[in-house]
């Protein structure tokens, strides 16, 4: 590990974070607010990096990957550094890393933020000419942005998740037919329930994006060994013809550097971090976002979701914890919190699912209601919003799923507050809600479903 | 109380509900829907209902009355029956009420929902004319809408509260020139820290509102005893020309039945109730909305805030309560939560303010930040979101108000939610908000606000 360039330049710093994405820049924000003084660097491959949650909207609403950059400006106002570099190599007991371009920096306290990279399955053809999946750098984005989709006739999404519905929806926008391949029986199945599914679905169809669920990916098809892909050749058979295909099935943890510090990984994955983000063999060494273990706030199981909000988060808790257990803050588990829109329907989840919470076991209610998402629904912008909660049979909230307009997310978010505060459906059904003819559903979605769910729990109790 | 028209029919109910407003009619739903196979009838004066939270809106964005109505289709689903009818006595003993139109309605639970009247004071000048208050009835709004409002040139609103100002930006919207006169310093002091007044009164000043502040009405003149109003006069001396003057000064609770049964009334106001909104004299009967009094859920003194939202969640505790404390459900105490919008530019506020919670003695500290609410900031339709969270120095959530866009009232009934859980600056700082380019700030303001109390509460603490 010593035979690399020579050190032309040695920095001494209180904290060393390395990666720049949601996880890292908010641990280098928090410390650099919460221990103000210390002296924060931030080491990442890029000047301006993209906002990962951006990037689908890159190829249609935003036109452009220099639309999508985050901004420097609030760590740097907080006295932080940005160093453009890569680590090569860290050493534990010497306490320094060093970098690619020669900087030799010795740290006190040291965030690995180092995230996830694209997964592309051993399918046969995954290398042929026009397969590609997304990659969070600028340069790989603007070649996709630039060259490779204008280029493409028709698309094909390998993977209805998120990513790859936002994709789809946001391609086929720029006038490119997108067809979007999915094993499950349903897109979002991860995340919904299959009610949600179908309503996603039926949006997508109606916008002219094609749908085939329920069936896996055999191979991606061209001329010889090498050519260009001409189709998607499905397990059922079924052959989807596509110049370009998006392969979107999830990431890998970026962990190379863990492992050359022979830091514990999790059996569920990613980097064994405690409540405080710290790794197992040192408490000065913190591991935050995608490459860092996540254990179900719910479940104590691993968590699969790897969420920008969830990084961003473990970076709070990181960052604040970083010279000392401040305020003894710590990470009380990951709960998966996300909506999207397709047009202008809004759709998200918060917590479990039903169908999961089943899965693992748990007996459990739905409680239901639809509401128009303004009062009387004559105000103008009306619409109506779907909602559901789920709740053990014990009355625990377990999770959420909205479909709706603007404030989805934000209803979401209130979900995920109660879900992390452990309220029960008798807290939820006599909380008070604030309502506003132009803001508000006339009476709140979240106690109505508990109230709904309340009578199911008091009738077949 | 017995003089009254003859008996004509008699009718034997599980429940009577009295007042067919936001508090009785969601007692009268959740009892339908808790206690299904029981008799549920509510009686109120009208048919249709008006909305009364859309009750500004009918003057300028809804243009009329009838698209102010409730809907009594999800009562009636539920098997709830309505009588046009207005109670004039009840008896305790015999568990009876009788009506107006002679009909003797038999109980066993009754629920008053008897609301507020407007409030005059005994201003000089105050039955001139042209001076009206807003009362909650489809004949005295449709005479102000047909009648009194189009032939108004110059309105005077008196009271810089949330019906003041919205009525003033709705009527102005109509071509009438509006002059908003409040004796505080601020409008909407009552729930907003200063600055956020301060942008409501910049926005309204903005769309053509004339605003006066620091200053109270003293007379309302016009020529003889009892001309028509033809100004406003207060007590520095100024005056503001009127042909018509809105009083918003607030209600008065209607207890007159209440006080017939001799019912307790509390100190701070209203028909005193216990957690399950019980009178005190009879677990039979119960009280909710503003003629019911309400205990602040941190302080334990008296609530002023009359809100439908606060009424509508006592309804929920009444009604499943109604045959027996189902599910130990109990209303833990009264939070204002309210939001509004001029404009484009919303604000709302749940809890406490700093002013206010100062002024009771407690040490507080004010986490602020201001993000785009959509990111990248370059995604359609981003506007800035000033959010300020305000904790106690130990830690406790006592309140937040955001001024933003369209997900500002979902953003402050997550503050209530997490006001109402007790939940602590530390929880919040950790906690995970789902994020989404079209839908959310990059990070949550709850998260940032509570960072930088905790910021704060660790230098200065």
């Known amino acids: 590990m010593n035979t690399q360039s020579p050190i032309i330049e040695e920095r001494m710093v209180d904290a060393l974070i390395i990666g720049g994405g949601p996880g890292g820049m908010s641990a280098a924000i928090t410390a650099a607010q ?5 002296k924060i660097l931030l080491i990442r491959r890029e000047d301006e990096p993209v906002v990962p949650c951006g990037i689908p909207y890159i190829f249609g609403t935003l036109k452009g990957v220099d639309h999508d950059l985050l901004s420097n400006a609030p760590f740097r106002a907080l006295g932080g550094e940005i160093l453009v570099d890569s680590v090569l190599s860290i050493d534990r007991e010497a306490r320094t890393a060093r970098t690619a371009s020669g900087v030799l920096v010795h740290w006190q306290r040291l965030v690995l933020a180092t995230g996830t990279e694209p997964y592309l399955p051993p399918i046969p053809g995954v290398t042929r000419p026009g397969v590609f999946a997304i990659r969070k ?26 990513i790859g519905v936002e994709f789809a929806d946001e ?8 067809t979007v391949v999915e094993q499950l029986p349903h897109l979002l199945l991860r995340n919904f329930d299959q009610e949600v599914s179908v309503l996603v679905e039926k949006a997508l169809r109606a916008r002219g994006v094609d749908i085939h669920t329920g069936s896996g990916v055999t191979a991606l098809e061209g001329e010889g060994e090498n050519g260009p892909v001409q189709s998607v050749r499905l397990a059922n058979g079924e052959q989807v013809e596509a110049d370009g295909v998006l392969v979107a099935i999830g990431d890998r943890r970026n962990v190379v550097l863990a492992e050359a510090l022979d830091l514990t990984m999790a059996r569920g994955g990613g980097i064994w971090v405690d409540a405080f983000q710290r790794t197992r063999e040192d408490p000065a060494i913190f591991a935050v976002g995608d490459c860092a273990f996540k254990q179900d706030v719910l479940l104590r199981r691993s968590a699969h979701s790897l969420l920008a909000s969830t990084a961003a988060a473990e970076g709070r808790t990181a960052g604040m914890n970083l010279f000392g257990l401040r305020n003894e803050r710590y990470n009380a588990g990951t709960i998966a919190i996300y909506a999207s829109m397709i047009g202008d329907l809004a759709f998200g989840c918060a917590g479990m699912t039903a169908a999961a919470a089943r899965a693992e076991g748990l007996s459990v209610v739905v409680g239901r209601i639809e509401v128009p998402d303004h009062h009387p629904p004559s105000m103008p912008g009306t619409r109506m919003m779907t909602s559901a909660l789920i709740f053990s049979r014990s009355g625990l909230l377990l999770g959420g799923q909205i479909v709706g307009g603007a404030t989805t997310a934000e209803v979401l978010n209130a979900i995920g507050i109660a879900i992390q505060a452990r309220l029960s459906v008798h807290d939820l059904v006599s909380f008070q809600f604030g309502s506003h003819p132009r803001l508000t559903a006339p009476a709140h979605p979240i106690a109505l479903c508990a109230l709904d769910a309340l009578h199911q729990l008091s009738t077949h109790g």
Do not use: S
């Not at 391609?171 to 997108?178: L, R």
């Open 34 to 38: 919460v221990w103000p003084g210390r």
């Open 137 to 162: 750098d600028y340069e790989h984005l603007e070649y996709l942005f630039e060259e490779l989709i204008p280029g493409v006739q028709r698309l094909a999404v390998v993977g209805g998740g998120f």
């Open 171 to 178: 391609v086929h926008k720029g006038g490119v037919a997108v």
